[in-house]
């Protein structure tokens, strides 16, 4: 089956908010086997609604259309569909309690009457009972196996109604129909990198791209500062005995990465790192002492649940002032060497260890720019410092606006960190 996604919203289209509906649909349909092979954004105008769902109808069996359902007077996609679908809109009373569920003790006959607008559904839809928020949903079957559903454009609202509605129906819709014929199915997987530029990659899966292509596996690769993904979709024929193909070229692709791998799917960094120090099979701690990140690396390790088990704290050692007094770096270093070096990297690590009293340490320094530095933005120090003595210092040059070498020295300090333990742990 193929499908169309339409958001609804003119603040889209003026790229003041980003689309993210779009794509957290695609990707559950996809889990389905259910190719979207459209999207349209439109305004909250009639006349573009009814167009995009006119195209939509003619190319997809499934079309789902997320925002306009409010109360306000540029709510306008209920009209929208009764006009293209020429079905007149009826007040179902059993979505008032849903319509009026804010409203406050005192209300006039007018404002009940917007928010009743809610209660309105295309004649013979199948309504969709809101959990979250007060806009109703409603299915339209059109015929020959096609469906029209609306939801609210809410992020939250929109994941609840998609979860806890369309998801379910989808599924036993397609269960049915396998099993009267054998439809595509499509999987996916993503793996994740960092510090290597998509071209390296691409180099070094180059033979893999051509092989998978012959097993029905498309491989693409998507690149942003401080993570690439490299991910692979597979087209299958249902209920076909097969070997796993998706797995079998994961793993090659996997075994080319390298360090470079730190997780798959939509996992964190943090989350990895987590795992690497559970399977360790040791009670290990960290640490940090973070110059030009402000505190970014150790927010995202305190992103992953559970990471008090193992993250004694940190430093944010931004200014001089604070490498000397709080984490007692030698003035004459920084003096000497400069805040930005190797040698007062070192020291951030070795004394955050101390001051923690954890088994590893990571210390980063460097240029964010762009204001003073120059040609050295960009410019950064890491040091990792373990059991036994272990010391490690890498020197990185990384592109960018200022928050994205914030986040790309963040990234590779936590992978770096995260191999350091793996190595550890062997």
């Known amino acids: 089956m193929k499908s169309s996604i339409i958001s609804i919203g003119t603040e889209l289209n003026l790229g003041l908010i980003i689309d993210s509906n779009s794509k957290y649909i695609a990707e559950r349909l996809s889990e389905l086997g259910i190719e979207c092979n459209y999207m349209f954004t439109v305004p909250d105008r009639e006349k573009e609604i009814s167009s995009g769902l006119k195209m939509a109808m003619r190319y997809s069996d499934i079309v789902i259309m997320s925002g306009g359902l409010g109360p306000t007077d540029d709510d306008v996609t209920r009209n929208a569909i009764s006009q293209t679908l020429n079905i007149p809109l009826i007040r179902d009373k059993k979505l008032d309690p849903s319509s009026l569920k804010f409203v406050r003790k005192k209300r006039t006959e007018n404002i009940k009457n917007r928010l009743l607008r809610q209660s309105y559904i295309p004649e013979g839809a199948t309504p969709i009972v809101p959990l979250v928020g007060s806009a109703s949903g409603f299915r339209v079957d059109h015929g020959n196996n096609k469906y029209i559903f609306c ?10 109604m998609f979860d806890e509605d369309i998801y379910p129906f989808l599924s036993n819709l397609e269960a049915r129909d396998k099993k009267v014929s054998t439809g595509e199915m499509i999987r996916k997987s993503t793996l994740l990198t960092t510090d290597i530029s998509e071209t390296e990659i691409e180099e070094r899966i180059k033979d893999l791209i051509g092989e998978a292509r012959k ?9 942003s500062p401080g993570l690439i993904k490299v991910i692979l979709i597979e087209k299958r024929k249902a209920f076909m005995e ?23 799917g939509n996992t964190m960094i943090s989350d990895n ?5 559970r399977n360790a099979r040791k009670d290990i701690t960290i640490s940090t002492a973070e110059s030009i990140t402000g505190g970014l690396i150790s927010s995202v390790i305190t992103d992953t649940p559970g990471s008090s088990i193992f993250f004694n704290g940190g430093i944010i050692s931004y200014s001089n002032f604070a490498k000397e007094k709080i984490l007692k770096v030698d003035g004459d270093l920084i003096e000497k060497k400069g805040a930005v070096s190797r040698e007062v990297c070192l ?5 955050v260890k101390s001051l923690f009293k954890t088994d590893y340490s990571v210390a980063v320094t460097g240029f964010a720019g762009p204001e003073y530095e120059g040609d050295k933005t960009g410019l950064i120090y890491c040091c990792i410092c373990g059991p036994s003595g272990y010391k490690k210092i890498f020197k ?4 960018g606006k200022r928050m994205d070498i914030k986040f790309r020295t963040m990234q590779f300090a936590l992978n770096e960190l995260r191999n350091a333990i793996i190595q550890y742990g062997k």
Not at 273 to 277: F, G, N, S, V
């Open 273 to 277: 790192l987590k795992t690497a120090i």
């Open 151 to 160: 939801i609210p454009g809410v992020p939250a609202e929109m994941k609840s």
């Open 215 to 223: 097993a029905s596996i498309d491989i693409g690769i998507t690149a």
């Open 347 to 351: 020291d951030m690590a070795l004394k």
């Open 396 to 399: 990185k040059k990384f592109t």
């Open 242 to 264: 097969e070997t796993d193909n998706l797995k079998i070229f994961e793993e090659k692709i996997a075994g080319r990465m390298g360090g470079h791998l730190y997780g798959r």
